[in-house]
């Protein structure tokens, strides 16, 4: 690989963009594809297909056979509460490779004794959530039980379109989330996307047990396909 | 999404290595069958002192990587290799797990 195409690379990377190295298997010549030359390229089609897998592979092209190499960002984690069931979700997370973020702006809550090596923020989503750059390479978890944190959250995590948003509460909890999110011009097929009750029903107890739950359902979302799911 | 976090960190170590006047090869799992350890897109780097960080099988063949990628940085040609049951040097080397992976090897340069 020549070493301009690396550090390319290696600064989408860091940006959080997405990006495709294209490989000629026969003579190792090689191009980078950023997310705003893709459909531009020859190959858009396949490459479109791949971004949206996010798996790399070798295809037989006009061009050849050649070896794309996909790259997407690494996900992020964002948890509105600091609370007890984020005490075990984010070191589980941290382990998955979830770059964790806890946001609440109940102080007693959002401690460093509590969450040590957790990046916590103090603060109301309206003010925490923007600068986080959250993106659909992020799950968004809301746990606080209180609609005046949880819910501009959830509506921040809808617009960025997260890959996973879940929401801790009981169906009735839920419920009653939906008609005030709905009452704030939310569209159904927008509030479907929201996991309520949150996690895979695992018979869940403790809040260690609920956080492997929920780490199980966001996994689920990430790897497999809306058949794979079924 | 296929997302493996600590890739960011074997990209970032071959163009720090190769920056800081290493030799350095960029080796890759461009295809699997069967039962492989590590997924197509995995990363390994390798400098010429034989140094190296990743993996492209569940350590089963690294080894035989690095032999070739040192092979790599001196000739600056890329090569492909592959292992398996079938192959004649799984046998030396062995994917234990039963599975065959082709691994790209190439210099950063």
Redesign the interface.
């Known amino acids: 690989?020549?070493?301009d195409i690396?550090?390319a690379?290696?600064t989408e990377?860091a940006a959080r963009r997405a990006a495709v190295v294209v490989?000629h298997?026969e003579s190792?010549a090689q191009r980078l594809i950023t997310q705003d030359k893709v459909a531009a390229d020859p190959l858009k089609e396949v490459l479109e297909a791949h971004l949206r897998?996010?798996?790399?592979?070798?295809e037989e092209t006009a061009e050849g056979r050649v070896?794309l190499?996909?790259?997407?960002?690494?996900?992020r984690l964002v948890i509105t509460g600091a609370v007890h069931i984020s005490q075990a979700l984010a070191p589980i997370a941290a382990l998955l490779?979830?770059?964790v973020t806890i946001v609440d702006p109940r102080t007693a809550f959002a401690s460093v004794e509590r969450f040590p090596g957790v990046k916590v923020i103090a603060e109301w989503p309206d003010k925490a959530l923007p600068p986080l750059g959250i993106d659909r390479?992020t799950a968004f978890v809301a746990l606080t039980h209180d609609p005046k944190i949880d819910d501009p959250a959830l509506l921040h995590a809808l617009e960025r379109d997260c890959?996973y948003i879940g929401a801790l509460g009981s169906k009735k909890t839920h419920a009653r989330r939906l008609e005030r999110l709905k009452s704030q011009g939310v569209s159904d097929e927008q509030l479907a996307r929201i996991h309520a009750p949150i996690g895979l029903p695992i018979g869940a107890i403790s809040p260690p047990e609920i956080a492997v739950a929920i780490m199980g359902e966001v996994t689920s979302r990430?790897?497999l396909t809306a058949e794979g799911r079924r | 999404?296929?997302?493996?976090?600590?890739?960011?960190d074997i990209?970032?170590a071959?163009?720090d290595w190769?920056a800081a006047g290493r030799g350095v090869a960029?080796a890759?799992v461009?295809?699997t069958w069967g039962s492989a350890p590590r997924?197509?897109?995995s990363n390994l780097v390798i400098d010429d002192q034989g140094n190296f960080l990743g993996s492209v099988s569940g350590g089963c063949v690294e080894g035989a990587v690095v032999t070739e990628a040192l092979d790599v940085i001196e000739s600056g040609?890329?090569k492909?290799l592959e292992f398996g049951v079938a192959d004649e040097t799984a046998w030396k080397v062995g994917l234990s797990c039963g599975g065959t992976i082709r691994v790209?090897v190439?210099?950063?340069?």
């Open positions: 690989m020549r070493l690396l550090k690379l290696n990377r490989t298997q190792g897998s996010g798996k790399s592979g070798v070896f190499t996909v790259h997407v960002p690494p996900p490779g979830y770059d390479y890959f990430l790897r | 999404m296929d997302t493996l976090a600590t890739d960011t990209l970032k071959a163009e190769k960029l890759t461009v295809e997924p197509v897109g040609k890329p492909t790209f190439e210099k950063v340069e």
